[in-house]
């Protein structure tokens, strides 16, 4: 395990199994997650991106343990939980926590806010009904809500608030690591910017470390200080922020920049026309031989499509940026 790493994952596979006729036998696999690897200091925010189907929100769910593992482990804190259980599974559900992409779903809207707040307090047996009730006063003024607010139902809130209360409800039982499935996929574009902010205030108050997912490079840009893209279940590239922006390697990173909507007129005439990915995500469920993007990849050659790429590390001055292709 790298000195001092929050979290290693290696070769993490999540497979899902197809079951079919009267017998419900297993006719295949989905492979969600296939064979990813990479590790996460404290503080830092890694920012998972690609399409819809890249198996980047069955990865943060794996990694939190709500899915069980297929193959590869996982070490958190130093200590393995790949297969951790029962009483062993609590101190991973205590450090890490979830704030998922629907605020109308993920709240019970027959609970009150404090209820929904308090209840990882109850599942962990943390403290008086006094004590945490004073807490999720504090919290929800952290969170920019007021403390009054605590006795009201979610569908009395806006979108952006209900985020907030997650967002609250993730802090109680201040965790190391939070993965954030989508937190603003579902929010106006003017609350998305708002709610990012408060996330990246956050995390230098409570010292959280970040996973942060999203399907839209431009979303992760300014909270990441990593960024891994996803596709098929498999890393393609992953570097620093700042580098793989301003120097993506891989084709798939190079197309999902290319989409990056530009605001500014001027901008949008000097950056050219635009190259976009033709063609659907492949299925999971038989994925492309080789390079799993040969099938879209504008610069695939023959061997792509028996060869798998290896991960190397291309960085420059002993930085890290991994790269999965045969010609880069
Ligand atoms: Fe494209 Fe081949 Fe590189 Fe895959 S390995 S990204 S198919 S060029």
Do not use: W
């Not at 993490?12 to 297993?26: A, C, E, M, N, Y």
């Not at 920012?47 to 709500?66: A, F, N, Q």
């Not at 929904?116 to 920019?144: F, T, Y």
Request: with cysteine.
């Amino acid at each position: 395990m790298s000195e001092n790493a929050l979290l290693e994952v290696k070769d993490l596979k999540k497979h899902f199994p197809i079951k079919g006729g009267i017998f419900r036998k297993t006719v295949g696999q989905v492979h969600a997650v296939d064979g990813v690897s990479f590790t996460l200091q404290p503080g830092e925010t890694l920012g998972l991106v690609g399409e819809s189907g890249c198996g980047k929100s069955t990865l943060g769910r794996t990694i939190i343990r709500l899915y069980d593992v297929t193959a590869g482990s996982m070490k958190f804190q130093g200590s393995d939980i790949t297969n951790a259980e029962g009483e062993d599974l609590r101190p991973v559900r205590r450090n890490m926590a979830m704030i998922f992409q629907d605020p109308y779903a993920s709240l019970n809207p027959r609970m009150t806010v404090s209820e929904i707040i308090e209840a990882p307090m109850a599942v962990h047996n943390k403290g008086i009904k006094s004590e945490r009730r004073e807490k999720i006063a504090d919290l929800l003024e952290v969170v920019g809500l007021r403390a009054k607010m605590a006795n009201r139902y979610p569908h009395e809130f806006s979108g952006g608030q209900r985020q907030r209360i997650g967002i609250a409800r993730a802090l109680i039982l201040q965790p190391k690591l939070i993965i954030a499935d989508e937190p603003v996929s579902a929010l106006d574009v003017s609350i998305q910017a708002q709610v990012i902010n408060l996330m990246m205030q956050l995390k230098d108050q409570f010292k959280l470390t970040y996973i942060f997912i999203a399907h839209d490079l431009a979303v992760v840009e300014h909270i990441s200080t990593t960024v891994a893209v996803m596709y098929l279940g498999h890393i393609m590239e992953k570097a620093s922020s700042k580098a793989l922006y301003a120097n993506p390697k891989h084709p798939y990173t190079q197309a999902l920049i290319q989409a990056i909507p530009i605001a500014d007129p001027k901008k949008r005439k000097a950056a050219g026309e635009k190259q976009t990915l033709q063609g659907d995500i492949p299925s999971p469920i038989t994925p492309p031989s080789g390079c799993v993007f040969h099938t879209r990849c504008p610069l695939a050659e023959e061997r792509c499509k028996s060869e798998v790429p290896a991960l190397r590390n291309l960085g420059e001055n002993g930085g890290e940026h991994l790269v999965a292709c045969h010609l880069v």
